[in-house]
């Protein structure tokens, strides 16, 4: 397996809706795969959930990466989303991203904080609505 990147994972997770949501979780994240957003930790289930809710509520979007490094196993990122919603607002959201990978190439634990670039302050939570 080709090793996964943040762009790769974001474009199947919310980008891509004819994707089938399992198929994309499989395809980037290991069964054991944990997350902490914003002090927060999910399991992969809880992240599942999260990504289900995220999918119901973004009509489109796009990923910029500004800083990507990986060293072996670790994966490090400082990425921009800017997302479309349904309900027609726009936000824009800064993330720093810390990971390992499996042996396979997929995210295992991702850390992350993020920071509301612009958008309603509604928006601010998103990375962690379920």
Not at 79 to 107: C, K, M, W
């Amino acid at each position: 397996m080709t090793h996964t990147d943040i762009t790769r994972a974001l474009n199947d997770l919310l980008f891509t809706p004819g994707l089938d949501l399992s198929e994309a979780i499989d395809r980037h994240f290991t069964p054991d795969y944990r997350q902490r957003t914003n002090g927060v930790w999910s399991d992969r289930a809880d992240f599942t959930q999260h990504m289900t809710r995220l999918r119901s509520l973004v009509r489109s979007g796009r990923i910029e990466v500004h800083e990507e490094l990986r060293d072996g196993p670790k994966y490090a990122d400082r990425h921009t989303v800017t997302i479309s919603l349904h309900n027609g607002r726009t936000s824009r959201t800064e993330v720093y991203l810390f990971a390992q990978l499996a042996p396979d190439g997929r995210f295992q634990r991702v850390e992350e904080t993020t920071l509301l670039v612009e958008g309603h302050a509604d928006d601010r939570d998103l990375g962690l609505i379920k």
